[in-house]
T-cell receptor, first 114, second 115 residues
């Protein structure tokens, strides 16, 4: 039962353009969302997060948007750089949960070409 | 300021053997999580531990798998009598506490191959 879904397995973007990665979730109890980036043979690296009390969070070139009514979030990378090429995972945590477990999507492979 | 450490990075076992995976959390972190990633899949939660306590093991198979986080030393994920289906990347993450906005920081993973 996949509660966090990333329906695009891959995305290809030209350097300098915007990359938009999408994520949908089904559990209305999720209230905290995170994006991780993963290079081959490495562990996931935390990128940016957003609480359900916000609809936008920005950190440098990375912005995450949250649409609670649609149960949808997106990660925008502007401008995209070749070093951004990696697998991006969306993750979510349940409201009120002190147990900490994260629910992950299957990931989107982003390729930024020169 | 070392990050989360995992060893070994690669582990090869034959069917029926035991696998022991180690995780040292970041300094100051007392919460450890184990996740497993099968090929072409996302990370799946296995177990959450604090020092000397298992808090949530709902994602861990009931048989052959066990985890501990002793008062001293690293957290250990132990897989007994490994089977080919156990071949995966196993990631450990740590956080200073487990409130709703706490970020989990991941180690580089252990890639287990069962022959």
């Amino acid at each position: 039962d996949q509660q966090v879904k990333q329906n695009s397995p891959s995305l290809s973007v030209q350097e300098g353009r915007i990359s938009i990665l999408n994520c949908d979730y089904t559990n209305s109890m999720f209230d905290y969302f995170l994006w991780y980036k993963k290079y081959p043979a490495e562990g996931p690296t935390f990128l940016i997060s957003i609480s359900s009390i916000k609809d936008k969070n920005e950190d440098g070139r990375f912005t995450v948007f949250l649409n609670k009514s649609a149960k949808h979030l997106s990660l925008h990378i502007v401008p995209s750089q070749p070093g951004d090429s990696a697998v991006y995972f969306c993750a979510a945590r349940r409201r009120g949960s002190t147990l900490g477990r994260l629910y992950f999507g299957r990931g989107t492979q982003l390729t930024v070409w020169p | 300021n070392a990050g989360v450490m995992q060893n070994p990075r690669h582990l090869v076992r034959r069917r029926g053997q035991e696998a022991r995976l180690r995780c040292s959390p970041m300094k100051g972190h007392s919460h450890v999580y184990w996740y497993r990633q099968l090929p072409e899949e996302g990370l799946k939660f296995m177990v959450y531990l604090q020092k000397e306590n298992i808090i949530d093991e709902s994602g861990m198979p009931k048989e052959r798998f066990s985890a501990e986080f002793p008062k001293e030393g690293p957290s250990i994920l132990r897989i007994q009598q490994v089977v080919r289906g156990d071949s995966a990347a196993y990631f450990c993450a740590s956080s200073p506490q487990a409130d709703s906005t706490d970020t989990q920081y991941f180690g580089p993973g252990t890639r287990l191959t069962v022959l």
